[in-house]
Nanobody, 122 residues
Framework: QVRLVESGGGLVRPGESLRLSCAAS????????MNWYRQVSGKKRELVAA???????NYPWSVRGRFTIVGDYAKNMVHLQMNRLNTEDTAVYYC????????????????WGQGTQVTVSW
């Protein structure tokens, strides 16, 4: 089992920055991918930043150039630096990891954090 603890959400004004962090703990072999999603009430959860343990990152056009994901695979942590926030970034943000449970198995399981609220408002 993997436990994810998120931190860093809050209320900011448009144009300001915020940094989210997520720490993974538990009994597993390796984290393959660490991602951030967000969800607005009544809407589908959407990917906002993805990282792989090979150093790759990916962003949707809506946040590209403003958000930066940093995956620290040595410490089992992932951060999301969010700059130039606007009101449309208001959502609950979720940490997501894809984990390989053991060295002897190729099975990858997925885990979610509890979510942290980000509100961008005047």
């Amino acid at each position: 089992q993997v436990r994810l603890v998120e931190s860093g959400g809050g209320l900011v004004r448009p144009g300001e920055s915020l940094r989210l962090s997520c720490a993974a703990s538990g009994n597993f072999f390796r984290i393959n991918r660490m991602n951030w999603y967000r969800q607005v009430s009544g809407k589908k959860r959407e990917l906002v930043a993805a990282s792989g343990n090979d150093g790759t990152t990916n962003y949707p056009w809506s946040v590209r150039g403003r958000f930066t994901i940093v995956g620290d695979y040595a410490k089992n942590m992932v951060h999301l630096q969010m700059n130039r926030l606007n009101t449309e970034d208001t959502a609950v943000y979720y940490c997501n990891v894809q984990v390989r449970g053991s060295q002897s198995s190729s099975v990858v399981d997925e885990y979610w954090g509890q979510g942290t609220q980000v509100t961008v408002s005047w």
